[in-house]
């Protein structure tokens, strides 16, 4: 009897990775939505075979509605994250546009 193989693994905080590599499933999603074929994937992610590949993208179809979901929550974490990041940069951050400001005025 075989064992079956998983290709998309979640962590502990939701997150969905593929393969060996734990490549984002999103990465895959986006490409694989966009029209780009499991082997132009595959030279994009070259750390990713071409089984994992398809085994995600099967994941996908048969969990869309989860998958978007999941895409839907990253999407709203990465806007909560550069939302506060904006409101309040670092010191470097605030250095460096100091910098480009100055630069752009002396020319």
């Known amino acids: 009897m075989s064992q079956s193989k998983e290709y998309v693994t979640i962590d502990k905080e939701g997150a969905m990775y593929v393969g060996e590599a734990a490549v984002p499933m999103e990465a895959i999603v986006i490409a694989y939505d966009a029209g780009d074929s499991p082997e132009m994937i595959g030279r994009q992610y070259r750390n990713l075979s071409l089984e994992e590949i ?13 998958v978007l979901e999941y895409m839907t929550r990253q999407d709203a ?5 550069e939302k506060k990041l904006t409101a309040n ?10 910098l480009k400001a100055a630069r752009l005025k002396a020319k």
């Open 54 to 66: 398809h085994g995600a993208i099967a994941y996908y179809l048969g969990n869309k509605n989860l």
């Open 89 to 98: 940069p670092s010191p470097v951050i605030q250095r460096l546009r100091a």
């Open 77 to 81: 974490l990465w806007d909560h994250w």
